[in-house]
Antibody, heavy 124, light 107 residues
Framework: QVQLQESGPGLVKPSETLSLTCTVS????????WSWIRQPPGKGLEWIAY???????NYNPSLKSRVTISIVASKSQLSLKLLSVTAADTAVYYC??????????????????WGRGTLVTVSS | DIQMTQSPSSLSASVGDRVTITCRAS??????LNWYQQKPGKAPKFLIY???SLQSGVPSRFSGSGSGTDFALTISGLQPEDVATYYC?????????FGPGTKVDIK
């Protein structure tokens, strides 16, 4: 079955760039939208951005000035870059697949598959 | 941004109890509401979309209701494996915000 796996440094220094990769295995990266979501320790979930297989993106305005997401379909990978990190960016970062469901003729989407998440700590 | 609130923030109930968690949006989101379950140390698991449509494989004791601004997740017959934090999420308008979560424990 399809699995998502986040990878990247677990420790990033303040003011540096956080870079993560999500590898999709067991299925195609095409025809789906893919998202990054984060969760500070002991806190709730924050949607960061999504991208589709053709590179169309949508960013959370609260992070848009610092975030770039991209996709390399040939490697079945998506990536996240977050610039100028601070301690407030310490979180578990998840990648997730966006699926679509229908009620009658109306479509609704949801995150049906999630990676296990990777903890990134921002500290000197 | 659409703000999502949940109540209660935590609850403790007995096995077999009926448990209801409410979620409120700061503006109407029609039925564009998802529910997720997160167990400690794990990634969230998707439960319900379109406010009331159960994901395949999710036990039928879980149900969702509501539209507009007020929604509910009900567990009809709480089981030990339901101990988790439950989050609602609106997918009506970007940014796609989550509620703060409701932690469910067994009494």
């Amino acid at each position: 079955q399809v699995q998502l796996q986040e990878s990247g440094p677990g420790l990033v220094k303040p003011s540096e760039t956080l870079s993560l990769t999500c590898t999709v295995s067991g299925g195609s990266i095409s025809n789906y939208y893919w998202s990054w979501i984060r969760q500070p320790p002991g806190k709730g979930l924050e949607w960061i951005a999504y991208i589709n297989y053709s590179g169309s993106t949508n960013y959370n305005p609260s992070l848009k000035s610092r975030v770039t997401i991209s996709i390399v379909a040939s490697k079945s990978q998506l990536s996240l870059k977050l610039l100028s990190v601070t301690a407030a960016d310490t979180a578990v970062y998840y990648c997730a697949r966006r699926e679509v469901g229908f009620v009658g003729t109306k479509s609704y989407w949801y995150f049906d598959l999630w990676g296990r998440g990777t903890l990134v700590t921002v500290s000197s | 941004d659409i703000q999502m609130t949940q109540s209660p923030s935590s609850l403790s109930a007995s096995v077999g109890d009926r448990v209801t968690i409410t979620c409120r949006a700061s503006q109407s989101i029609s039925s564009h509401l998802n529910w997720y379950q997160q167990k400690p140390g794990k990634a969230p698991k998707f439960l319900i979309y379109a406010a009331s449509s159960l994901q395949s494989g999710v036990p039928s004791r879980f149900s969702g209701s509501g539209s507009g601004t007020d929604f509910a997740l009900t567990i009809s017959g709480l089981q030990p494996e339901d101990v988790a934090t439950y989050y609602c999420q609106q997918i009506y308008i970007s940014p796609f915000t989550f509620g703060p979560g409701t932690k469910v424990d067994i009494k």
